[in-house]
């Protein structure tokens, strides 16, 4: 089970932390990634990192302002979003998968419900 939670509404150069937390099944093996989804447009890559050895990957347009990590004592994968611009308003998923780790929804098995956040200008 993964539960996000920490979307809200900022202004535009603000930040928001967003928090995943999963439940013990996904530990270990697992790669967990955050996705995003804005009205009338594909869900789209936007980190992801494995719970192993924390490697991570971010898409091109968060890169530098966007992090993410993983707390092993706490169960749970955060999105630290800082600089934040009008265009990174979305609902943001959390999402697990046994494969590697990839930038493709398709290979993620597991999903939240999702968390909206709204970047104002």
């Known amino acids: 089970q993964l539960v996000e939670s920490g979307g809200g509404l900022v202004q535009a150069g603000g930040s928001l932390t967003l928090s995943c937390a999963a439940s013990?099944?996904?530990?270990?093996?697992?790669?967990m990634g955050w996705f995003r989804q804005a009205p009338g447009k594909e869900r789209e890559f936007v980190a992801a990192a494995k719970w192993s050895d924390s490697a991570t990957t971010y898409a091109d347009s968060v890169k530098a302002r966007f992090t993410i990590s993983i707390d092993n004592a706490l169960n749970r994968v955060t999105l630290q979003m800082n600089r934040l611009k009008p265009e990174d308003t979305a609902v943001y998923y959390c999402?697990?998968?046994?494969?590697?780790?990839?930038?493709?929804?398709?290979?993620?098995?597991?999903w939240g419900q999702g968390t909206q956040v709204t970047v104002s200008s």
């Open positions: 999402a697990a998968t046994l494969g590697p780790l990839s930038g493709y929804a398709h290979v993620y098995n597991y």
């Open positions: 013990r099944r996904f530990f270990a093996s697992y790669a």
